[in-house]
């Protein structure tokens, strides 16, 4: 009887905290959901921006670049065409069928139409895995520092979300160690994401291999290899965790259009997974959003199929920017990078000797030099001690941030 009190009251509490400032109900879910920090400090910085005062724009995940004209007169000529309707919830398959065949190029494998989801944006492949998978307590592995939606849709899924650390002294990758003492039965996800948002980390073909043995060992165990990053790589050739053996089959390639060809507005992704997976998550976006924009989808045709040489300029520029900010960073008072990023255009700052925390600092940067940038702690809890600066912007403005950061600090000293 006691017992039934209490959970009584209990429920009353939880009821009483889930409520709107209106006073009407939530749902409980909604406690349990995060949210990405960025947009968060866009707002604050497009408000100083309002006020006057001139921001250098360092947190912003996507290209600076437009979308290349090609892409853009092949969605005019859809919309002409009559691209307007519904399509099949999976994707067009003359699409589907083309992203198989560049998919598999670039990863040195083979894939079918049958394996590809096409979603709005990449991100909604990562909360439908999660969706089909997870079940209530299920463990799901997942690397931290992250981009912040894993750690979110796995607690809103009601799974248990377990970090492996990215530390800088193992060039931010997981540790193969940990890795192995934190898989279990219970583990039903791991998610990875190389080239890594925020440290920029890549592992080389030896470290894939190390990891892809301990996965397999896991027969119910699934991957969700977050690659949307595959072709905003510097030095050397990309490679996917599903290209080891054994893995293909239990791996989720999550990829898209936003980065590689600066259409993050457009909203368009794509995942690559075992067919039968592939067509439970195509259930799941009939029930939420029917299909990807159909214009679009006919416009990325073109962008896989046309001339590449823009996502080659653009990749080769933000490699300048990353020697800039990389040399620059590290002739600042109380900064250090240690490990120069292999892909992405993201650089994570060790600020552990700045005097501040990094969520601190980061502030700071923003209100008084008006440099917006993101503290690590947006990124999970082993992000505490960095900053992430993304070097979407132009080696001008690139430069000034570093001159402000570097007067700032040294004023400090
Ligand atoms: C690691 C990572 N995965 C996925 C996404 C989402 O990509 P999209 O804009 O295509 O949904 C982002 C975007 O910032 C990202 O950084």
Not at 158 to 173: M, Q, R, S, V
Not at 394 to 399: A, M, T
Not at 405 to 412: A, G, L, R
Request: aromatic share 10%.
């Amino acid at each position: 009887m006691a017992k039934k009190i209490k959970l009584a009251k209990r429920v009353k509490r939880l009821k009483k905290v889930c409520r709107l400032e209106c006073g009407m109900p939530l749902s409980f879910r909604m406690k349990l959901l995060g949210t990405e920090t960025a947009f968060d400090v866009l707002v604050r910085a497009k408000e100083l921006e309002r006020q006057g005062k001139n921001v250098i724009h360092l947190e912003i995940g996507e290209p600076d670049f437009d979308t290349p004209q090609n892409i853009k007169e092949a969605a005019k000529k859809a919309l002409d065409e009559g691209w307007t309707h519904y399509g099949p919830s999976q994707g067009l398959p003359e699409l589907r069928e083309l992203i198989a065949k560049k998919a598999g190029e670039l990863r040195g494998m083979e894939f079918k139409s049958e394996e590809v989801v096409i979603t709005p944006g990449a991100k909604p492949v990562m909360s439908f895995a999660i969706m089909a998978l997870v079940e209530d307590g299920d463990e799901v592995l997942y690397v931290n520092p992250g981009f912040p939606i894993y750690e979110s849709m796995i607690n809103f899924m009601g799974g248990k979300a377990i970090p492996l650390a990215l530390k800088e002294e193992n060039d931010f990758l997981p540790d193969l160690k940990e890795l192995k003492r934190k898989l279990n039965k219970k583990t039903k996800l791991l998610i990875i994401n190389f080239p890594h948002n925020p440290c920029g980390s890549m592992p080389d073909e030896n470290y894939f291999r190390d990891m892809a043995e301990i996965l397999v060992k896991y027969d119910d165990l699934w991957v969700l290899s977050d690659e949307v990053y595959s072709r905003i790589i510097y030095d050397e050739k990309f490679i996917s965790i599903a290209s080891f053996p054994g893995m293909k089959e239990k791996t989720i390639i999550l990829d898209g259009f936003s980065k590689t060809y600066a259409m993050t507005g457009w909203r368009i992704g794509y995942g690559i997974m075992h067919p039968e997976l592939a067509k439970e998550l195509a259930r799941i976006e009939t029930n939420i959003n029917s299909c990807t924009t159909t214009f679009i989808q006919r416009a990325c045709l073109e962008a896989l199929s046309g001339p590449q040489d823009e996502v080659d300029k653009m990749v080769n520029e933000f490699k300048k920017r990353r020697d800039i900010i990389f040399e620059g960073l590290n002739e600042i008072p109380g900064f250090s990078v240690k490990v120069k990023p292999k892909g992405a255009f993201y650089i994570f700052a060790n600020v552990k000797n700045s005097g501040y925390s990094c969520k601190e600092l980061a502030d700071k940067l923003l209100n008084e030099l008006g440099v917006a940038c993101l503290s690590g702690t947006c990124f999970g809890k082993y992000g505490e001690g960095f900053i992430r600066f993304s070097y979407a912007n132009s080696i001008e403005n690139i430069k000034e941030a570093l001159r402000r950061i570097k007067e700032f600090m040294s004023k400090k000293k």
